[in-house]
């Protein structure tokens, strides 16, 4: 990967230092430009997680450049450089840096991977006692399952949906209480919420979040909100949990209210996410091809296979690390499981869950 080019110069006109950029996870190289003076003999670096918290210097010698290795994931890294001659040494040129997760932003791991493995799994609430509860999964087997903490919401929160908020390669989750109107953000360390904070608001509670993905692809998870009563839609956008903007998108509302947003996931494998519709009458499937939230290139794809009524697409993403979305299905009459491997959106096959049924109370809210 390439150097960035942003530059920060040395206190005495001795040093440029170049910002620091990641070879691989847990790899910072370092590098800078050669002090003009003729008399440098030897360059010390340094790093910290402190900014100016620097001990002993490790010299280099005569060379622009230093690779460190053995630091941690996610980590924010201060460093500097040091020019060093017979007359003496030069200040400290420091920059600041954190290292990326190994998880990219966006991925399905990094919205739906709460056990560290890799694989996309499934949130499941009890809609009479508000407990909370992980599948990890493994396609459609599930491998186990444990309680959140907190384990239980109050009444009236709906779990919108999750995403990396705050770049640790792990899923956050976003709630909105359906009372208030207040929305919650949870970070979360696995299925553990570590930290919990307010969103702008309160929102009506007549607007609800339907879908969390990355829509502009910045890196930075959005909230996309749709009105249950016009059918009016609105994206907010993010920089980690501080809003930046919103824009509705195009088309800007869907005015029968039979038609739910379900998800978003990349079906057209563009790179960019697509919005996935079900028919609550007729089980009629389509997925809106998206260039952003801001337009539709195509509105009408529609799935092969309509369903019926009783069954609720609940979970879109990489059930089976094909690199392509599936969909999780929920019956909410008889609480039956099924999962569709699916190729863009052609489905290849479909399958029950290793666990088929479950009690109709809980119900799988995420992600999507």
């Known amino acids: 990967m390439a150097v960035s080019q942003a530059r920060r110069y040395l206190v005495g ?144 929160w709906d779990l919108g949906g999750s995403g990396d908020f705050n770049y640790d390669g792990k899923p956050d989750l976003i709630w909105h209480n359906t009372t208030t109107g207040d929305v919650v953000y949870w970070l979360m360390d696995g299925a553990y919420n570590y930290s919990a904070g307010f969103l702008p608001g309160p929102v009506n509670p007549i607007w609800r979040i339907a879908s969390i ?5 910045d890196g930075n998870p959005d909230i996309w909100w749709r009105n249950m009563s016009t059918g009016d839609m609105i994206v907010w956008y993010f920089n980690g949990v501080t809003f930046l903007r919103s824009a509705v998108p195009n088309p800007g509302r869907i005015a029968d209210m039979n038609w739910k947003l379900r998800g978003t996931a990349d079906f057209t494998g563009d790179g960019r996410p ?62 039956d499981l099924v999962w569709w491997k699916m190729n863009g959106t052609a489905i290849v096959s479909g399958a029950y869950l290793s666990v088929p049924t479950v009690d109709p109370n809980w119900k799988i809210v995420g992600p999507k």
């Open 13 to 156: 006109g001795l040093l440029w230092l170049a910002a620091a950029a990641p070879v691989s996870a847990a790899t910072v190289t370092l590098a800078w430009d050669p002090n003009p003076e003729t008399s440098v003999n030897n360059y010390n670096v340094f790093v910290s997680t402190q900014p100016g918290g620097f001990g002993a210097g490790t010299p280099v010698g005569n060379r622009t450049a230093w690779t460190f290795t053995g630091l941690q994931n996610n980590v924010q890294y201060y460093f500097a450089v040091q020019a060093q001659s017979p007359s003496g040494l030069s200040p400290l040129s420091q920059i600041g840096y954190a290292t990326p997760s190994p998880i990219p932003a966006g991925s399905d791991a990094s919205r739906g991977d709460f056990n560290g493995d890799g694989r996309f799994d499934l949130v499941w609430k009890n809609q009479s006692t508000g407990q909370l509860l992980t599948w990890n999964m493994n396609g459609g087997t599930m491998v186990s399952g444990r309680f959140m903490t907190p384990s239980s919401v109050a009444a009236g």
């Open 274 to 335: 697509d919005a996935l519709w079900q028919h609550l009458l007729t089980g009629e499937l389509r997925v809106w091809e998206l260039n952003g939230a801001d337009g539709v290139s195509a509105v009408n794809s529609t799935l092969v296979t309509p369903v019926a009524p009783a069954w609720k697409a609940v979970a879109l993403g990489d059930a089976d690390l094909d690199g392509r979305p599936d969909i999780y299905w929920q019956n909410d009459t008889t609480g």
């Open 213 to 217: 993905r990355d829509m502009d692809l």
